[in-house]
């Protein structure tokens, strides 16, 4: 057996053996779907439903890719002027973990009476304040936390701060990067997937489920669930790519 096929076994396996149990408990108890639908349910609604559930998981996609966006690009620019200027990072740091401290259902509200409630502004804005702070903490430390030696070696050959920038802190700050990618990618589905809960266009997930459940069609709710986690483990998979194809190195060491 090859070693990514022994990788890839185990989790399809344990996969498997769990939906078996949760189909058998459901069955063998008789649990309403009310309580927990079972797995063949959600399948069907899946089947029956694949259209409308693929349009909406498009949807909540590209708002949580738009806020995802939004929150890196101003989370690297912040980390930037951090890591050149101690006001700044005094000012920005706590700042940034206040918003992420602040609950989504308290923010988006506010958003939907600043904004047109039928927009998809206010759902991109909260995903960006969710996504900023890992982004920009991690950011903040990989331009920062750059070995002593590098840096006395660059200020040796009387090198522009520019220069030791681009030559010494960005490179050293990519992997502190995709660490911090790694943790936002996922929220920014959450967080596009809930905003969608409190009024606004009804394309989304979130939107889907919170109707579904209301009109009793719990299986259809569940596979609207089903839809959010395919989404997010894409969004999350897509940064794993990205990683491989910006440290190639790494792919290699795990092979190893």
Known sequence: MSPRLSLIWPPILVGCA???IWQGVVVGFGIKPFLLPAPSLIATNVVDNAGVIREAAVYTATTALLGLLIGIIAAILAG?????????????TPLAAGLA?????????????MFDITSRTPRVLVTAIIVFFPVFENVTRGLTQV????????RSLNAAPATIARLVRIPNALSFFL???KVAAPLAVIAA???EYFGGPQQGLGARIASSAANTAYGRAWA?????????????????LLERLARPWTGRARAT
Do not use: C, D, H
Request: glycine share 4%.
């Open 18 to 20: 769990a939906l078996a």
């Open 80 to 92: 930037l002027l951090a890591s050149r200027f101690i006001v700044v990072k005094r000012l920005v």
């Open 101 to 113: 401290a602040v609950p989504i259902i308290a923010l988006t509200p506010i958003f939907n009476n």
């Open 147 to 154: 070995p002593t030696a590098q840096l006395e070696l660059m």
């Open 179 to 181: 660490t911090g990618l």
């Open 193 to 195: 997937l809930v905003a």
């Open 224 to 240: 609207y669930v089903v839809a959010a986690i395919i989404v997010g483990l894409f969004f999350y998979l897509m940064v794993l």
